[in-house]
Nanobody, 119 residues
């Protein structure tokens, strides 16, 4: 199984970015995909997750971020709007059996993509 996250970049506060996570290696639609992020000096934290029927967001991004999936393209997207400097982090996507906020429930991880929000 391979996951590749891309779409990060530098954006001003209030701006938008869309991250993509492309997966290969097993039946994509059967698994949940989660996004996590890690800022310098901080622990990795949950952002959002999506299964076949369910989505769930961290309180810090609820109403600003939207997670979606295209099973035909084996891709999950994270649309990020109203970005804040505190959203600056490396964003990782991961695949697991259920939509869960715990990183330990995901068994395959992508390499991460940097998101930097300037004030």
């Amino acid at each position: 199984v391979q996951l590749q996250a891309f779409g990060g970049g530098l954006v001003q506060a209030g701006g938008s970015l869309r991250l993509s996570c492309a997966a290969s290696g097993r039946t994509f639609s059967s698994y949940a995909v989660g996004w996590f992020r890690q800022a310098p000096g901080k622990e990795r934290e949950f952002v959002a997750t999506i299964s076949r029927w369910f989505t769930y967001y961290a309180d810090s991004v609820k109403g600003r971020f939207t997670i979606s999936r295209d099973n035909a393209k084996n891709t999950v997207y994270l649309e990020m709007n109203s970005l804040k400097p505190e959203d600056t982090a490396v964003y990782y996507c991961a695949q697991g059996r259920g939509a869960d906020s715990r990183a330990s429930e995901y068994d395959y991880w992508g390499q991460g993509t940097q998101v930097t929000v300037s004030s």
